[in-house]
Nanobody, 130 residues
């Protein structure tokens, strides 16, 4: 099992920045990739950024490309989401997630489909005011 704990959420004015952190513990050797999703009230969960833990290869959703950066710590058990140029529409609960590559989830190939991911954090609230 893998446990994920997010931190770093909070309130910020439009145009500001925040950095979210996610620390994985437990059977972290299972993790192939980690990602950040978010869910705003009344909306579906949205994939934002994904990083492969071995190669550090990243992918971004169009909605955050150029504004958000995903990275990982040297131990590869911590993932960060640096968010800049924040907008009120970025207000949501942000979730860290991890994928364990298996045939049934297509070896974690789909970056932004939430069903691919096996482990989820509890979420952290980000509120952007205008």
């Amino acid at each position: 099992q893998v446990e994920l704990v997010e931190s770093g959420g909070g309130s910020v004015q439009a145009g500001g920045s925040l950095r979210l952190s996610c620390t994985a513990s437990g059977d972290t050797y299972l993790i192939t990739s980690m990602a950040w999703f978010r869910q705003a009230p009344g909306k579906e969960r949205e994939g934002l950024a994904r990083i492969y833990t071995e190669s550090s290869l990243t992918n971004y959703a169009d909605s955050v490309k150029g504004r958000f950066t995903i990275s990982q710590g040297n131990d590869k058990n911590t993932v960060y989401l640096q968010m800049g140029s924040l907008k009120p529409e970025d207000t949501a609960v942000y979730y860290c997630t991890a994928c364990w590559a298996r045939p049934e989830n297509s070896w974690c190939s789909d970056a932004f489909t939430d069903k691919v991911y096996n482990y989820w954090g509890q979420g952290t609230q980000v509120t952007v005011s205008s």
